[in-house]
């Protein structure tokens, strides 16, 4: 079963709501690191323990969630071996999962609805690393 690990600021709180309840109801192994209302947050205090998550391998990926997915973007990517990839298209997501091998899906909720935001997730979900010349590519992300 697949583990995934969640994080949102207040913005995304909804949005991270109904997709834990959607990929739960599939299946999924869900890891929820907040936040757990609409209260006003810091999107880094859940960005970086959902990231150490994803980079101890302690969940298999990761979905992170903002107002605009920017700042969870930032704070995730701060992170070895952790590549969030900001997706608003299905197409994006498809992209990041075949040439980045991203391992957190980081979304914008203000700018997607629930069903954009479950076709993006499914897309990202069930899209594989292409790997072949992508492999050094990813290895080049990463400063020594």
């Not at 992209?95 to 629930?114: E, G």
Request: charged letters at 25%; proline letters at 2%; hydrophobic letters at 40%.
């Amino acid at each position: 079963m697949k583990k995934i690990g969640f994080a949102s600021d207040h913005a995304g709180y909804e949005l991270k709501e109904f997709l834990v309840g959607y990929l739960d109801a599939k299946g999924y192994d869900i890891f929820d690191f907040g936040c757990h209302s609409v209260e006003s947050c810091d999107y880094p205090d859940m960005a970086h323990p959902l990231a150490e998550a994803v980079a101890d391998k302690q969940v298999d990926c990761g979905i992170a969630i903002c107002g605009s997915g920017i700042g969870m973007s930032i704070a995730i990517n701060r992170h070895r071996g952790v590549r969030g990839s900001l997706c608003w298209e299905v197409e994006l997501a498809a992209l990041t999962r075949q040439h980045n091998d991203s391992n957190v899906l980081v979304l914008p909720a203000r700018f997607i609805d629930n069903t954009k935001a479950t076709q993006i997730v499914d897309k990202y979900l069930s899209t594989a690393f292409e790997g072949d010349r992508h492999i050094q590519r990813v290895a080049k992300i990463e400063l020594k």
